[in-house]
């Protein structure tokens, strides 16, 4: 499948990207077909502003710290981050935050909004609120519900995050991929079994079973199933997309 998606978060000086706030860090971490590939994206910004100290109490950056660190200004970053970014997928935790702010950033800069560089989103957020309905689903309550050790998080940290939304997004969607990865190692497996074998079998006349109407409603009702569990096509129908198949 080839599939390149960059787990996205970022810190800011406030809540409001449309009132003044500016983005501080940005993290992004690679994941090509569900592995993490470590070509990793991780940077600090100056806001070209003070930072409340209600910010700084979740995330703990300073703009001293950022000054002592000759963090860039985000015009000095923005081609890389957007080169970065083009042609993935994102999976952010609350997408419309980090997206708002990306977008604000890009457009003082006359550049394109994430949308248009990005093959789409993945709001970890809503998947989560429509798999566990009236729970908690912050990305804490999230590890905690999954599993996930986040003993190592101590404040908000866009990159620590990143790490953490990774593996919530993996487990939230194991067992969707797994159909899609068991029938694969099937496949190669008798791919590798005709190779080894010392007769060549040849099949004549083989008989098309086409599927019954009740059987293709239940296969429909199966899939939207699954694309009303990750708030999108399931990743059956893009495999079915991206080779051109559009039969079951």
């Known amino acids: 499948m080839n599939m390149r998606q960059i787990i996205l978060d970022t810190e800011t000086t406030g809540l409001y990207a449309n009132n003044g706030d500016r983005l501080i860090e940005f993290a992004g971490v690679e994941m090509v077909d569900r592995r993490l590939t470590g070509n990793n994206l991780h940077l600090y910004i100056n806001p070209e502003r003070d930072i409340p100290d209600e910010a700084v109490a979740v995330h703990g950056i300073t703009l001293e710290k950022l000054q002592e660190m000759n963090a860039p200004v985000f015009a000095d970053v923005a081609q890389q981050i957007a080169d970065y970014l083009h042609g993935a997928e994102l999976i952010i ?57 986040r003993s190592k998080r101590v404040l908000h940290g866009a990159l620590i995050d990143c790490e953490l939304l990774g593996e919530v997004y993996l487990a939230m969607t194991r067992s969707q991929f797994s ?46 199933a699954l694309d009303k569990i990750v708030g999108e096509p399931c990743i059956w129908r893009k495999w079915q997309e991206n080779n051109g198949d559009k039969s079951v």
């Open 93 to 149: 935790h609350n997408a419309v935050f980090d997206e708002g702010f990306l977008d604000m950033e890009f457009e003082r800069l006359s550049m394109p909004k994430i949308k248009t560089i990005t093959s789409g989103t993945v709001d970890t957020l809503k998947m989560a609120r429509d798999k566990y309905p009236g729970q908690k689903n912050s990305l804490d309550a999230l590890c905690t519900r999954l599993e996930v050790d």
């Open 179 to 224: 159909l899609v990865d068991e029938l694969m190692a099937t496949a190669a497996a008798s791919e590798n079994q005709i190779a080894d074998s010392k007769y060549q079998i040849k099949h004549t006349g083989l008989t098309v079973v086409e599927p019954s109407a009740e059987e293709l409603a239940e296969h429909e009702a199966y899939l939207q």
